[in-house]
């Protein structure tokens, strides 16, 4: 399914965020990991919440689900024994489950999106799998990789996290269950850094307990820990939330997103600060966020890597800002559902964007004026993609067809009807 996006310069109501996907995957596994019933309030429903559901069933949680709630019998340390697992497209959830695996005899992570998931590398999670006694058997890196597990102990690991964190994460997740202590040093610079906070804040909810350096690059960890059943509430979420304030930010707006907390880990709420920066008119309090944009932007410089995945949002808000705006320390969106560096800038110069790419930065000269347009988009399999280029056909002069559109639903799936309910001009199409 295509999108047809028109221009419209107008965008008023008010919507409640989705739930949050990296907190989503983390209390689903959390509560897989457990040996009673938790339950999870507000999961997000989306196709990579979907595969982390799909998977923990097929390894042996029991799970019951009603319209504000998942009920989940976990299998503790003893997954049941699968031959296959299919993660569809989702990154996170093929990394944690890679590290549960190595408490199995035999599984293989198939490939169902080679153009996407299959094109991304988890070397380093292979190899630290491996510094612990686990076998893994893949293809130069990427999917389909099957892991032979059996019964690691434990003991001392490093880990690049040059590429990317969830290969911490989920190393984190594995290791207490472990029967012996882990000691875990992360070499190379840390990417996402802040979403290993997310880690943590789940891991300690669950009853886990982790010693982490300060600065996240050496921890210990006990092993012979269980997880408690717990009872988990999912938050709201930022970096699909970033979308919809992005597009509030271009156009002459009145939007309320409800329920995004103000103290919440999540990195991408840096996207509040960067509208402000960017002299966007917003207030945020008891978790309303609301945006009165006038469309007048102004560029700004920032670190990135503090707000992965709200990145491309900021990047098309820029699109539209007075002045050149510079977002650096942003390699690792190279290694994302496509390459969010080369395709991205691809398609916005497409529509007339004026962008240029160094190996870790973009860079965005702001055209106030508005772009042309007119233009057929390649989604690249990549949500984020889809929804940034959104952002850019509201405010191009004609408008833009995003070809595979749905892919939207990898973390969003009610993306385009909360933006028609504030009055976006959008319209699917085969
Ligand atoms: O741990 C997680 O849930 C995630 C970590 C980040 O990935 P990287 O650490 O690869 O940047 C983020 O981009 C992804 O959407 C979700
Ligand atoms: C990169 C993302 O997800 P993942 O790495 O889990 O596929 C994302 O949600 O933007």
Redesign the pocket.
């Known amino acids: 399914m295509d999108i047809i996006v028109r221009p419209t310069p107008k965008l008023q109501g008010e919507i409640g965020a989705l739930s949050s996907?990296n907190y989503t995957?983390r209390y689903l596994l959390a509560a897989a990991l457990a040996e009673g019933t938790s339950t999870v309030y507000y999961p997000a429903h989306s196709e990579?919440s979907d595969a982390m559901r799909r998977c923990i069933q097929d390894l042996g949680a029991v799970l019951e689900e009603d319209d504000e709630k998942a009920v989940i019998t976990g299998f503790g340390k003893s997954p049941r024994n699968v031959k296959e697992l299919n993660v569809g497209?989702?990154?996170?959830?093929?990394?944690f489950l890679m590290g549960v695996a190595a408490l199995s005899e035999e599984v293989t992570f198939v490939n169902t999106y080679p153009e996407s998931?299959g094109k991304?590398p988890h070397d380093d999670l292979i190899d630290a799998l491996g510094q612990l006694g686990v076998q893994v058997d893949h293809n130069e890196g990427k999917l389909p990789i099957t892991i032979r597990g059996g019964s690691p102990k434990g003991g001392r690991i490093t880990v690049s996290g040059e590429v990317?964190s969830?290969y911490l994460s989920a190393l984190l997740f594995l290791t207490p269950l472990l029967a012996e202590d882990s000691e875990i040093t992360v070499t190379g610079d840390l990417k996402s850094k802040v979403v290993i906070g997310q880690t943590l804040e789940v891991l300690g909810q669950a009853g886990i307990t982790i010693h982490a350096d300060e600065d996240y690059m050496f921890f210990r960890v006990p092993g012979g820990q269980s997880y408690k059943a717990q009872v988990y509430t999912v938050q709201g979420d930022y970096?699909g939330s970033a979308a919809v304030l992005a597009a509030a930010a271009v156009t002459e707006s009145d939007v309320t997103i409800r329920n995004l907390a103000e103290d919440s880990k999540q990195g991408e709420r840096a996207i509040i600060d960067v509208l402000r920066m960017m002299h966007v008119p917003l207030t945020h309090e008891n978790g309303n966020v609301r945006v009165q944009g006038n469309g007048r932007l102004k560029a700004l410089e920032f670190d990135g890597d503090t707000a992965?995945?709200a990145v491309l949002a900021m990047v098309a808000a820029a699109v539209f800002a007075e002045g050149t705006s510079r977002f650096y320390n942003v390699e690792n969106l190279r290694y994302?559902?496509c390459d969010r560096i080369t395709d991205y800038l691809t398609e916005l110069r497409k529509a007339g964007a004026n962008v240029e790419e160094r190996q870790a930065e973009i860079i965005v000269h702001g055209r106030p004026e508005g772009v042309e347009g007119g233009v057929e988009i390649n989604a690249h399999y990549?949500?984020?993609v889809i929804m940034a280029l959104t952002v850019v056909g509201l405010r191009s002069k004609q408008p833009l067809r995003i070809r595979d559109a749905h892919h939207v639903a990898?973390?969003y799936p009610q993306y385009f009807d909360h933006l028609k309910a504030l009055g976006a001009d959008v319209e699917w199409v085969k």
């Open positions: 996907k995957t990579d497209n989702a990154g996170a959830v093929l990394r998931l991304r990317s969830q970096p992965t995945d994302k559902e990549d949500h984020r990898k973390s």
